[in-house]
Structure formats: C-alpha cells, structure tokens
C-alpha cells in the first residue's frame, strides 16, 4: 500500500490539479494491501456488535454494508437512479455513494478523479490535516481513502474503480452540527464499516 499525507493550516493547497498525473500513476500502480483506518484512542462509547449482508439492489455494483443501516435511494438527485445513501439513523450519520460510469476511456476518468480530488481538497480551510491512502482491493479494483481531521463536514472519504467501466464514491456526513472531538468514536466505527465496504465492492 502506498500513502501520502498532506497536512494544512489555513493557507489552502490544491495537490488535485497539479499532482494529478501522479496520483494516476499511483491508483494505476497501488500495491495489494489492504488498507485499515488507524486505530486512535477515545472515551469507551457502546455501539452495535458488526455484522454485514449484501446489497440487495438492482444497481451496477453491489458490496456488504452493516446490518445496522438503512440502504435510502438519494433524494435529493432523482435523476441519479444508482446513487444511494446509507443512513445509520441510530448514529446521526449518512454515508453519501455516488456512481458513475466511465465511458469515455481514461479522459473520463481523470475527469471523475478530479471532480474527486476537489471536492475532497475544497474542506482544506478547516481541515488540520488530510491522510490519503492509495489502496488496492481483494478483487483488484483500485481507489483512494482520504481521512480529514479538524471541524469539517466530511471526515472521511474513499473512491473506487475497476480503472475501466465504473468508479463509485461515497462520503461521510454526520446530521449535527456536533464537535468531531464528541464523535470520534462514532467515526472510527463508520470508517471500519466503510472499509469493509469498498474491500466487498464488486462491479456488475
């Protein structure tokens, strides 16, 4: 697994445009290990014993997710008929996947890794630091993890793509405006569950 990290104050950077041709390379070059959010040590919060089933939706891609979501069509883009959210109503928390199919050869890829890498580097500002991990999965489709620290909308968020055919994204959005420091543990669980996921993803 190769990673980079990229730590930032208020001064906003944007690695997306310049470094994207690296970045390309990595995600085409990323090595097999499977990618595991680093443990942290937070206050002893109880949350729901981990077990998974399969997606079971008509959609170009399928994955396991927690028992303990709801799997919601998204709302708020109907036109999108395989974008999804997955919403932990029990923990104030919607994981938000978008797909797109790649039809247009590597051009339109690197467009979607841009739309990306942007979307992920415009939450720079507030962020103290941002973790990125090129990851490889069993089934050998490639993506990027992108951990934010500090007070941000997002903390976490990964894409993946079979580099040919399909390329799904998701992110975390918590429905309160509460301090990250309080949710920390909240986190950490969904992060665990969201590896879970993109190392189950399998493209139709």
Same mark, same amino acid.
């Given at each position: 697994?190769?990673?980079?990290?990229?730590?930032?104050?208020?001064?906003?950077?944007?690695?997306?445009?310049?470094?994207?041709?690296?970045? *390309?390379?990595?995600?085409?070059?990323?090595? +097999?290990?499977?990618?595991?959010?680093?443990?942290?040590?937070?206050?002893?919060?109880?949350?729901?014993?981990?077990? *998974?089933?399969?997606?079971?939706?008509? &959609?170009?891609?399928?994955?396991?997710?927690?028992?303990?979501?709801?799997?919601?069509?998204?709302?708020?883009?109907?036109?999108?008929?395989?974008?999804?959210? &997955?919403?932990?109503?029990?923990? +104030?928390?919607?994981?938000?996947?978008?797909?797109?199919?790649?039809?247009?050869?590597r051009q339109?890829?690197?467009?979607?890794?841009?739309?990306?890498?942007?979307?992920?580097?415009?939450?720079?500002?507030?962020?103290?630091?941002?973790?990125?991990?090129?990851?490889?999965?069993?089934?050998?489709?490639? +993506?990027?993890?992108?951990?934010?620290?500090?007070?941000?909308?997002?903390?976490?968020? *990964? *894409?993946?793509?079979?580099?040919?055919?399909?390329?799904?994204?998701?992110?975390?959005?918590?429905? =309160?405006?509460?301090?990250?420091?309080?949710l920390a543990?909240?986190?950490?669980?969904?992060? =665990?569950?969201?590896?879970?996921?993109?190392?189950?993803?399998?493209?139709?």
């Open positions: 697994m190769m990673r980079k990290k990229h730590r930032s104050g208020n001064a906003a950077r944007h690695p997306a445009m310049g470094g994207m041709a690296l970045l *390309f390379l990595l995600i085409l070059v990323a090595c +097999g290990e499977t990618y595991v959010p680093k443990p942290m040590g937070y206050n002893r919060i109880d949350l729901p014993e981990r077990e *998974f089933e399969a997606l079971e939706m008509d &959609l170009p891609y399928t994955f396991q997710h927690s028992t303990h979501l709801q799997v919601e069509p998204d709302s708020f883009n109907m036109a999108e008929k395989n974008w999804i959210n &997955l919403h932990y109503s029990s923990l +104030g928390a919607r994981v938000h996947l978008t797909y797109k199919p790649i039809t247009g050869g339109n890829l690197k467009s979607y890794l841009d739309d990306a890498l942007t979307l992920t580097f415009k939450h720079q500002i507030k962020a103290y630091g941002i973790d990125e991990s090129v990851v490889r999965t069993p089934t050998g489709y490639t +993506g990027l993890v992108s951990e934010l620290s500090g007070e941000v909308p997002t903390q976490f968020q *990964f *894409f993946v793509t079979d580099s040919t055919a399909h390329f799904l994204r998701g992110a975390l959005y918590f429905e =309160t405006a509460v301090k990250n420091d309080s543990p909240v986190i950490e669980y969904i992060k =665990t569950d969201m590896m879970h996921l993109i190392n189950s993803v399998e493209f139709n």
